[in-house]
Structures are given as C-alpha cells and as structure tokens.
C-alpha cells in the first residue's frame, strides 16, 4: 500500500525559500507511468496545483508559480522535493505531495497527509 | 486557464437522500479529463471520481460521475454520515490543471 509523507520546516520567513521533501514507501518512484506532483491549500480556501517531476527528471509546473518553484526527485532515496523562492505570506499554506499515475496530465490518486507551511518574521 | 465552478456552494441534506454537485468548466475539458475528490475536515483530498466518470479503487458504487465537455456533474446516492465533507472537482487536460472552488455537503 503506498504511503507519501511531507516533511520540511512549518515555518519560512518572507522572501526565503520554502524546502519540502516527500517520502515516498510502499512503492517505488521510478514506476513507467507515474508523475510526483504537489499540490497546496491556503487556510480556509481550495486547491492549487503546484506542479510536477517524472522521475528521470522531466518537470511541469503551473505556470503562474514557474518562476519561483523548482521540484526534484532522488530515486535513491525514494524521495522528491519541492522549493519554493521568495515567499510571502500569501505562500502560507498546507503543502500536499501526491501521485499523478498516468503521465503528466494526470488525476492525483495518493495524496501525503499534507503539512502546514507559515511565512512569517 | 480553465477555471471550474462548482455550485451549489452549500448543500445541506440528510443522510439517505441524494446528493447532486456541478462542475462547469470555462472551456471544454479535454478528453473528459475530470476527477473528483473528497476532503473531510484536517484531511487530505482523496480520489473519487476520474475520466468523468470511473470510481477510484474502494470508492462505493454510490458515488458516481457524468458529464462531458463543460458540465459535470457528482451524484452521491444515499447519502452515508462520512459523506458529509467538502468536494472538489478538477480538470487535468490542460495546463494549470485547476480545481473549482468547491461544494461542502452538511447535515440538514
């Protein structure tokens, strides 16, 4: 049974960068199809796609947050990580990790129980 | 961007009864590619509904999804006390890949 869990720090302070990394187990990264993405949710508001990363390398992003998003994955370590540059309070948010299993245009069928990120001094 | 809404904004029933949730998508979704997802309070998301119409592994045939182009629509048929929760749909066809706003179920 796959199991996804973020792990980073819960709090950022403005303009810094925001690192987090999930765990994947239960299953390996490197499958054919699967795209990694992440995914957040303000408090108290809906949904928003962050972007993506196959595991040879290949990554997609949601372009209005290209410029400050990069996601990478490590096989070794069944991992894949997400960073994100210049952050604002407006960056403050429940990160969620999940798996796209049929390519890049893809549905999220494993989410990670999330983890709350606050951008504040 | 495709942007989705979802309406009502509220629906409040009582277990047993029906419930149905729109989607309407600005644009035609590609390839019906259109998911929905439950979220119960301090939750995750999880996968319902994909392809507009398939149920994800372990989702009770209760739950079902139609639609086509820029309508969707979730129906949730007797409703279940773990059914009440909030439910978003999204579209994976064309980038961003967007979510509507959602629709959040309560106890009439």
Redesign the interface.
């Known amino acids: 049974h796959l199991q996804m869990q973020e792990s980073g720090p819960g709090l950022v302070k403005p303009s810094e960068t925001l690192s987090l990394t999930c765990t994947v187990s239960g299953g390996s990264i490197s499958g054919s199809t699967y795209y990694w993405g992440w995914i957040r949710q303000p408090p108290g508001k809906g949904l928003e796609w962050i972007g993506n990363i196959y595991y040879g390398g290949s990554t997609f992003y949601n372009p209005s947050l290209k410029s400050r998003v990069t996601i990478s994955a490590d096989t070794s370590k069944n991992q894949f990580s997400l960073k994100f540059s210049s952050v604002t309070a407006a960056d403050t948010a429940v990160y969620y990790c999940a798996r796209q299993p049929w390519g890049k245009f893809s549905y999220c069928d494993y989410w990670g129980q999330g983890t709350l990120v606050t951008v504040s001094s | 961007e495709i942007v989705l809404t979802q309406s009502p904004g509220t629906l409040s029933l009582s277990p047993g009864e029906r419930a149905t949730l729109s989607c309407r998508a600005t644009q035609s979704v ?1 390839s019906s ?1 259109l ?1 929905w ?1 439950q979220q119960r309070p301090g ?5 319902l509904i ?2 507009e119409s398939s149920r ?2 372990g989702i009770p045939d209760r739950f079902s999804g139609s639609g086509s182009g820029t309508e969707f629509t979730l129906t949730i048929n007797r409703l279940e006390p773990e059914d009440f929760a909030v439910y ?1 749909c ?1 579209q ?2 064309s ?8 629709t959040k179920v309560d106890i009439k």
């Open positions: 590609s590619f998911a997802y939750q995750a998301p999880r996968l994909y392809g994800a592994t978003y999204q994976y066809g980038s961003p890949f967007t979510f509507g706003p959602g």
